[in-house]
């Protein structure tokens, strides 16, 4: 491919091997525009043309592209050998958690984690008490969501109804 290839080569070229040309329907737009740099507040096409970027990445640039202290903290941790490691407590989510619970008044304690299908499990007891205060009825199920790694009836003891919720279920409604 060109050095300095037009939006549609870009997209055709693409084609080939994504879907649509786009690993994100989200981000298909009409007509075609290849972005090549991010800056603060703008984007550059591969032609050179600046844009105000009002769209943010769906938000995760509040700070805008390429901000320096965050660049310079990335850069950090990937050179200075930090990492979560796959087990054991680590120093950094330590402090990341540290420095949320400080600066959120209504955060008391926080958690992070990789996929959705993982946010269930550490708030199983929190929400059910929340729930139960709220709606002493319980509703249960007793086949949870295929993707989830909980047995049906942790589920069921819980009391929470997963989200695509498949199979029986028991309400105990007025």
């Given at each position: ?158 009391g929470l109804l997963p989200i ?11």
């Amino acid at each position: 491919m060109d050095k300095n290839p037009s939006s549609e080569t870009v997209l055709e070229h693409n084609r080939r091997y994504i879907p649509g040309g786009i690993s994100s329907v989200n981000r298909s737009i009409d007509p075609a525009i290849t972005f090549v740099k991010g800056e603060g507040a703008y984007l550059w096409d591969n032609e050179g043309k600046r844009y105000i970027d009002y769209h943010a990445g769906f938000a995760p640039y509040f700070l805008g592209h390429n901000f320096a202290p965050v660049n310079q903290a990335a850069a950090a941790a990937l050179t200075g050998g930090d990492s979560l490691f796959g087990a054991g407590p680590s120093i950094a989510e330590g402090r990341l958690a540290e420095l949320i619970c400080e600066n959120v008044p209504a955060a008391e304690k926080v958690t992070f984690l990789n996929t959705g299908s993982e946010a269930p499990e550490p708030g199983e007891g929190l929400l059910t008490t929340v729930a139960s205060a709220i709606a002493p009825r319980t509703i249960s199920c007793a086949e949870t969501f295929p993707a989830t790694s909980r047995p049906a009836d942790k589920a069921t003891a819980t009391g929470l109804l997963p989200i695509g919720l498949s199979g029986n279920t028991r309400r105990d409604l007025p």
